[in-house]
């Protein structure tokens, strides 16, 4: 069953509309197109968190709970829910709003995947302390 909802009220991590040439002919969008924005997006607090740059060491879970469709106006939810020394856990959450055009949304993909702070030898580097 598809969920309507409203878009969360919380900042975007990221918003983008997928192309024809993400797709295959039926006008589907490719799982793996998908896998990388959502990749983006999660580094992007991973990143801010270890001041510096951070390398992906985990796709935890990937669930794609509806289609995706060229013209969607796609928005990224990136939240992290665990640090340890090196790494940074977070949940991504993709929102639909078909053909870019309704202000209906439909929730179509959620994952979690884990990011290791690293040095410019790309070594894991422990993450800095938060104040
Ligand atoms: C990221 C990388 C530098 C980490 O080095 P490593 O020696 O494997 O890391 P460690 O075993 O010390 O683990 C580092 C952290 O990752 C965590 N980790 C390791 N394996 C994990 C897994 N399967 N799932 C979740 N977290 C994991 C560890 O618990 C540790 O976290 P903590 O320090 O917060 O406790 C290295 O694995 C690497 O370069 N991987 C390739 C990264 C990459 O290129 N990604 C893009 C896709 S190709």
């Known amino acids: ?11 975007c991590a990221l918003r983008v509309v997928p192309q024809p040439s993400d797709a ?31 390398a992906t060491i985990a796709v935890n879970s990937f669930v794609f709970k509806q289609p995706v ?9 990136a939240d992290i829910v665990k ?5 940074v856990t977070v949940s991504v959450e993709v929102y ?5 055009l309704t202000e209906e949304v439909v ?3 959620e994952a979690l995947l884990t990011y290791v702070a690293t040095d410019s ?6 993450l800095p302390v938060v104040e």
């Open 1 to 11: 069953m598809t969920d309507l909802l409203q878009l969360p009220q919380k900042s």
């Open 24 to 54: 295959n002919v039926h006008g589907d969008v490719f799982g793996g197109w998908i896998m990388a924005q959502v990749d983006i997006a999660g580094s992007i607090p991973a990143s801010r968190r270890a001041n510096g740059r951070v």
């Open 69 to 77: 469709f060229v013209g969607d106006l796609l928005s990224f939810y």
């Open 83 to 87: 640090t340890g020394n090196t790494s």
């Open 96 to 100: 639909a709003q078909r053909m870019s």
């Open 107 to 109: 929730k179509v993909t």
């Open 121 to 126: 030898d790309r070594r894991p580097r422990a």
